[in-house]
């Protein structure tokens, strides 16, 4: 079962803009991370945040968490065409990491 | 090995067979786990071991399909009788801490077909 859910499923920018992704939840979490995935490839780990932390920044990337709100976005700055990939977020729940629904972006050159 | 290797890459096999999944995690990563992704979708859990124990296999389907990994480290994904709904890409994953605790490790996934 998925228990995260990204928003928006799509989105196309140009290069240069800002993309801003965000993921709710159901669950208590210890903390959250974001992946990317290439089509056709594994993921790849982006970011992670732990549930005492409100943000965190990774080169053109910013994460920010609301425990209290249950939701998580991830914000890509001066997007680049290859940034263009799914991006999903996922919930440590107990043992196990959970992935949400995914959002599609794509960067026009 | 640099990264995590799934083996075979592409599995095209009639219903009713038997398969087999191989995953090579990372080594020294003590915790390997096991997703199913379908298109367009996210991954979908299915197994967690910690060492060679499976510490959560609440994700597997059903009783056909099974995953072991005797030695700690190289695992494999086990599926019998299969059918066309189990048709996907089988995603492994390792990490060094397991537990949520650490980033996951892919691997770039076996994509099986079941016609």
């Known amino acids: 079962s998925q228990q995260g859910e990204e928003d928006p499923q799509a989105l196309s920018i140009q290069e240069g803009e800002n993309a801003t992704m965000n993921c709710s939840y159901k669950t208590s979490i210890n903390n959250l991370q974001w992946y990317r995935q290439n089509s056709g490839r594994g993921l790849v780990h982006l970011i992670l945040i732990r549930s005492n932390e409100r943000e965190k920044h990774s080169g053109r990337l910013r994460v920010t968490l609301d425990t209290s709100k249950k939701s998580s976005s991830l914000l890509i700055t001066a997007s680049r065409a290859a940034d263009t990939a799914s991006y999903f977020c996922a919930m440590y729940n107990t043992d196990k990491l959970i992935f949400g629904t995914g959002t599609r972006l794509q960067v026009f050159p | 090995g640099a990264g995590v290797s799934q083996t075979p890459s592409n599995k095209v096999t009639e219903k009713g067979k038997y398969v087999e999944l191989r995953c090579d995690p990372i080594?020294?990563?003590?915790?390997l786990y096991w997703y199913r992704q379908s298109l367009g979708q996210g991954p979908e859990f299915l197994i967690y071991?910690?060492?060679?124990?499976?510490?959560?296999d609440s994700g597997l389907p059903n009783d056909r399909f099974f995953a072991v990994r005797p030695e700690g480290s190289v695992s494999t994904l086990k599926i019998q009788r299969t059918e066309r709904g189990d048709s996907a890409v089988y995603l492994c994953a390792s990490s060094s801490l397991g537990r949520g605790n650490s980033p996951l490790h892919f691997g770039n996934g076996t994509r099986l077909t079941v016609t």
């Open positions: 071991f910690q060492g060679t124990g499976a510490a959560d």
């Open positions: 080594s020294g990563h003590t915790a």
